[in-house]
């Protein structure tokens, strides 16, 4: 009976001192006092898809093409906007994060309208004509004919041409990159989000942009098309400084979901691995093509998959399991070794092996290529990847099963 007693003694004791730790006195006058936990750390969620397609305009048709084959042994019959929670994509890939996420189209439904899209977009055009184009109009192709092309787009969907972009219900949040043209060398990319990043203070200027005003952002590759302006920003193409958004969208799930959020599927599609560009030096070299090898490297997507590759799949909380992919058509050129002279008159003679190259998928605005050739190229490359594509949607089936 006395060690009954005790026992209820402390009982009373811990219940006491519950009721002075959350007195709201004593909360009012020292908020940190109560301790508590963080609910990022004791909840239970379920796992979560993210896909994060790359920028490359015309060549997003092999982005989508690498996707459909994934899904359709995932998740038969189901789209994007029911598999992932959240999308982040650049330029073209921006572009696709809209057409899968916002405006819930199918896979096989993208990939139609995103091939009449290009077309028009890119109507063709010869190179003297591109030229003039931009000395006169200070753009290649026409940018009110893209933002009109956008708007249809937008309007046959939802019935609305000037939805915004914030859409807090929507289950798949997604998310868009630009880049501030007036600070691009010391700042961020720009997020042009669909949901609200509760650790990232949101810039009011942006916050209420239209949907198609970041479709519109994300897609103004310099030269191609004008930049956009609004609310006192010149917003340019994210592709300068985030061509693959896989980094940032794993900041992006840190900052929403929380650090101990466990993910089974990041899932990074590119758009055709770009041929050897070497990096050129002023001089007698025009000007263009001076800038154009700078460009190469600004855009390069695979730095981005080489850093995470490792590092994704040992933390990210799930650690040393398998959870990132990444998929991106390519066609290697067989190397041809050389001969190199050396020694006392040249007697050596050496066969050197050259840098491994690829060979180019097309201009970003090339759609003969990118509906020809690189199609064709994915075709291949799906069938030669069958187990990286089988073993992506084995964690993405996984999930929608509800198995662990």
């Not at 789209?79 to 073209?92: A, L, Q, R, V």
């Not at 990319?189 to 949907?211: C, G, H, Q, W």
């Not at 190397?335 to 491994?356: C, F, P, R, Y």
């Amino acid at each position: 009976m006395e060690q009954m007693m005790s026992v209820q003694q402390t009982l009373d004791e811990v219940n006491e001192l519950k009721l002075k730790i959350n007195d709201k006195e004593i909360d009012r006058q020292n908020d940190a006092f109560k301790p508590q936990i963080p609910l990022d750390l004791t909840r239970a969620d379920a796992l979560t898809e993210r896909f994060a397609p790359d920028g490359g305009g015309v060549r997003g048709i092999a982005s989508l093409l690498i996707l459909q084959a994934v899904l359709d042994k995932a998740a038969p019959g189901k789209k994007p906007c029911e598999i992932f929670d959240m999308i982040g994509g650049t330029s073209t890939g921006g572009l696709i994060a809209i057409m899968l996420g916002r405006l819930q189209m199918s896979v096989a439904e993208c990939i139609t309208q995103y091939d009449n899209v290009m077309k028009e977009v890119f109507p063709e055009t010869g190179d003297i004509k591109k030229a003039f184009n931009l000395a006169t109009q200070g753009e290649f192709y026409d940018s009110s004919n893209l933002e009109s092309i956008i708007k249809k787009l937008i309007k046959d969907k939802l019935g609305d041409s000037e939805v915004d972009l914030l859409d807090e219900k929507g289950a798949c949040k997604i998310f868009l990159m630009a880049t501030n043209s007036q600070a691009a060398n010391n700042r961020a990319p720009i997020f042009l989000r669909s949901y609200t990043n509760p650790n990232n203070v949101e810039d009011s200027a942006l916050v209420n942009m239209k949907l198609w005003q970041a479709a519109r952002a994300t897609s103004a590759a310099p030269a191609y098309f004008k930049p956009l302006q609004v609310n006192g920003y010149t917003l340019v193409d994210g592709g300068l400084g985030a061509n693959n958004p896989l980094g940032w969208l794993w900041t992006e799930v840190l900052g929403v979901f929380g650090p101990t959020r466990a993910t089974d599927c990041f899932l990074s599609i590119g758009t055709g691995m770009a041929a050897n560009a070497p990096v050129l030096q002023p001089g007698i070299i025009p000007s263009h093509a001076v800038e154009e090898s700078y460009v190469s490297v600004a855009t390069n997507s695979e730095l981005i998959n080489i850093m995470f590759r490792t590092l994704m799949d040992a933390f990210a909380p799930l650690v040393r399991q398998s959870k990132y992919w990444r998929m991106n058509v390519h066609k290697d050129i067989v190397n041809e070794k050389k001969v190199v002279e050396g020694g006392w008159l040249n007697w050596k003679k050496d066969a050197v092996t050259g840098i491994n190259n690829y060979e180019n998928p097309g201009a970003l605005d090339d759609v003969k290529a990118a509906l020809g050739k690189l199609t064709d190229w994915t075709k291949e490359y799906i069938v030669q990847e069958q187990t990286m594509i089988g073993e992506c949607a084995a964690a993405i089936g996984r999930n929608i099963r509800g198995e662990k």
